[in-house]
């Protein structure tokens, strides 16, 4: 594993960093997201903790829904988000509809992100992520 450091996002970007973590045993999952400037500087932060999550792919997109309604209320217009979950990076790009568990939080994610001049969704690898 590479030590990596974290880059701040091209002005005049707002980058928000995800990440969940889930036990399947009891469905509980614990997931969190920091939004960062071009300044390095953090704007906000926030953990979620939820004991009624199906899948980790759903407390995953959950947790960008919940960055995005945040970015809203910070007022910013231009945003990046990026995450290790490829597969909700990818669902996030694409305008089709599908009938997993998580497409009503997708549609949510995909709604907010209009509300934006710019919104770009991003992968980055677990131990890589800027």
């Not at 009624?52 to 947790?63: N, Q, R």
């Not at 829904?65 to 910070?74: F, H, K, M, S």
């Not at 939080?105 to 919104?119: A, E, N, P, R, T």
Request: include cysteine.
């Amino acid at each position: 594993m590479r030590n990596t450091r974290w880059k701040p996002p091209d002005n005049p970007f707002v980058r928000i960093n995800f990440d969940a973590a889930y036990k399947t045993t009891n469905k509980m999952s614990c997931s969190g997201l920091v939004i960062r400037g071009a300044n390095r500087r953090v704007l906000g932060f926030k953990i979620i903790l939820d004991e009624t999550i199906p899948s980790i792919f759903a407390a995953e997109v959950l947790t960008c829904v919940q960055g995005l309604q945040r970015r809203l209320d910070l007022g910013f217009t231009t945003m990046e988000i990026k995450g290790d979950a490829l597969s909700v990076i990818k669902k996030a790009q694409r305008r089709d509809n599908d009938k997993l568990e998580i497409h009503a939080y997708i549609k949510d994610y995909q709604g907010f992100s209009k509300s934006f001049q710019i919104c770009k969704f991003k992968y980055g690898e677990r131990s890589k992520i800027e």
